[in-house]
Nanobody, 121 residues
């Protein structure tokens, strides 16, 4: 199985910056993509950003131009640099990894425990 350990997050004032990181461990056949999602109170979980193993990225509309996702394949770690933060960015941020597992050779998604990001106005 895959374990995801998130770090970073915290509290910042609007306009500030924060960074998140997520380290993935576990024996898998292949790693497909990693990413970040977030969930604010009373709202559905939404895409923040994803990055494929080859480096292609995808961002949620609300964070384009402000957030940057990157990954270090050698360390199986994904990073999220968040700039120009807004109060509406306040949420629990979850790391996700999509991998192909041994045995069934099926693609599965795994999730981290989540880390709180709070942006005050």
């Amino acid at each position: 199985q895959v374990q995801l350990v998130e770090s970073g997050g915290g509290s910042v004032q609007a306009g500030g910056s924060l960074s998140l990181s997520c380290a993935s461990s576990g024996r898998v056949f292949s790693r497909l993509a990693m990413g970040w999602y977030r969930q604010a109170p009373g709202k559905q979980r939404e895409l923040v950003a994803t990055i494929a193993n080859g480096g292609s990225t995808d961002y949620g509309d609300s964070v384009k131009g402000r957030f940057t996702i990157s990954r270090d394949n050698a360390k199986n770690t994904v990073y999220l640099q968040m700039n120009s933060l807004k109060p509406e960015d306040t949420a629990v941020y979850y790391c996700s990894a999509r991998v192909v597992v041994y045995g069934t050779y099926s693609a599965l998604s795994f999730w981290g425990q989540g880390t709180q990001v709070t942006v005050s106005s």
